[in-house]
């Protein structure tokens, strides 16, 4: 921040840029876009839709057969979920 601001340019040693006042030129483009990313993202989830819930078993109401019937079925779980 500072150093860009007044950085080795200000002893007199630096070199003077080429567009006086465009020094922070690269570093505010790169603020403005993770900015509007940002908010596209945060958009992006407020209007998903929320996940539809999955039907839940009372386990401890089944009879023990059904219960290891109701597990054989039953798909096993995705990779990484």
Same mark, same amino acid.
Request: charged share 25%.
């Given at each position: ?7 080795? /340019? =200000?002893?007199?040693?630096? $070199?003077?840029? *080429? ?12 603020? #403005? ?14 209007? /998903? =839709?929320?996940?539809?819930? $999955?039907?839940? *078993? ?12 109701? #597990? ?10």
């Amino acid at each position: 921040g500072l150093l860009v601001a007044i950085g080795e /340019a =200000r002893r007199g040693r630096g $070199r003077r840029s *080429v567009l006086p006042g465009m020094r922070h030129a690269p570093v505010d483009t790169g603020a #403005l876009t993770a900015l509007v990313y940002g908010v596209w993202a945060a958009l992006g989830v407020a209007a /998903a =839709r929320a996940p539809h819930p $999955r039907a839940r *078993v009372r386990w401890h109401e089944l009879d023990p057969d059904e219960a290891v019937e109701r #597990l054989d079925r039953e798909a096993p779980p995705e990779p990484g979920v």
